[in-house]
């Protein structure tokens, strides 16, 4: 593990930058996590829709794919804990705490997160009712993509507050997690592809 980071440090560095037009690689440690592929698909196929506006093009990786020393020139890093699957019955489980969170150091945000998937589908119970449980693992991946879509405006903005509204505001209700648009909003994007353009520095 502490090869890999380190690899990944020196090919990446500045790790979190999104060049607009240039793919940023996401590396998802599913270690010992139980997962849904159709969940998966779903949350990648949300956090690109909403980042797109940005620039930002993700080209996703499982951590146990990967090979001894990966190059990578944009990357960031996600951890995730829990079961990463809709279960067919009610569980119970103590949402108290953050649905993600991105590391940082001083004043910087750095290009590592985690993903509490037990937190996430406890906040979406509050709000399903009997044919969304049909599509449960669809909807965990949807409310999966755009909690980390949240959290990779933090490490492209480079931005440790929410200032900006959309996916950037300060919390996501049970309701946003997977009803209706959450989108970027136009502001933020722009803030993105300024941070990242020629001559920007982290």
Known sequence: MVRLVLSLLCAGLPAAAATAGMPVTVILDLHD??????SLAEMKAEAQRILAPAGVSLDWR???ELGEFPQFSQVVIFRFTGRCVMDPY???YDERGPLA?????????????VVHCDRVKASLRRTFTGNDY???NMLLGKALGRVMAHE???????EKGHPGSGVAKPALTSEQLVRGEMDLDAQTAGEIRAKQGPGASR
């Open 33 to 38: 996590v139980r997962y849904s592929e159709s």
């Open 62 to 64: 499982k951590k146990s």
């Open 90 to 92: 009610a569980t119970l």
């Open 101 to 113: 969170a991105t590391a940082t150091a001083e004043d910087d945000v750095l290009p590592f997160g």
């Open 134 to 136: 049909v599509r449960g």
């Open 152 to 158: 990779m405006y933090h490490m492209f903005a480079r």
